[in-house]
């Protein structure tokens, strides 16, 4: 058992503290110090409870960060009731989650080399890969395996090309504006009509 294992408020209240930090300063700025501080702990306790210093801090917000996406992406997915209510629901999640982090908000505001090289080019194949691995299984309900994997890959990309690169007439936060998205452009190119 780790440390963190075996003290799991005290992780928490640490990995929150650095979130806060972040938001407010960037990775840069931010400090063990700053985190213990805003933790309400010693920056022993700190460097007890993440080995690493504050590079093993930074992977475990991250891990930690990313865990929370996964378990809220999918819970919105386990209720949704057809394959456009997870189409949408899924976009409009991962949206909203992006744009209410307010740490990797900053970052990628004022730190971007911090954020871009983890998700560009040939990293890029892998957040695909891990996004569409996700969500697969639950478009698999209503598609064909193979069929299914392409639809997560492609969901992800629509939502990382309006995430970077917003468009006035389309908010796939917005759950009325996804759906508009998946009814007119997503569902068509998924679901063929038998010929008459």
Not at 58 to 78: N, T, W
Not at 98 to 108: G, P, R, V
Request: proline share 5%; charged share 20%; net charge negative.
């Amino acid at each position: 058992m780790t440390l963190i294992e075996a003290r799991p408020a005290l992780d928490q209240r640490i990995l929150d503290a650095t979130l806060r930090c972040i938001g407010r300063w960037g990775v840069a700025k931010t400090t063990l110090e700053d985190v213990a501080r805003e933790a309400g702990c010693s920056r022993a306790t700190v460097y007890r409870a993440v080995p690493g210093g504050k590079d093993g801090l930074i992977e475990a917000v991250a891990a930690h960060e990313l865990e929370g996406f996964f378990s809220g992406l999918g819970g919105r997915l386990d209720a949704a009731a057809s394959l456009e209510d997870t189409l949408v629901q899924g976009m409009a999640f991962a949206s909203q989650w992006l744009a209410n982090h307010a740490a990797l908000q900053f970052m990628l505001a004022y730190e971007p080399e911090t954020v871009l090289p983890h998700i560009s080019f040939r990293r890029m194949n892998d957040v695909l890969a891990t996004a569409a691995g996700f969500v697969a299984p639950y478009l698999a309900r209503w598609l064909p395996a193979d069929d299914a994997q392409r639809a997560a890959e492609w969901g992800a990309r629509i939502v990382l090309s309006y995430t970077s690169c917003p468009a006035d007439d389309v908010d796939l936060a917005d759950e009325a504006s996804a759906r508009r998205l998946v009814q007119t452009f997503v569902l068509p190119g998924l679901v063929t009509t038998p010929s008459k």
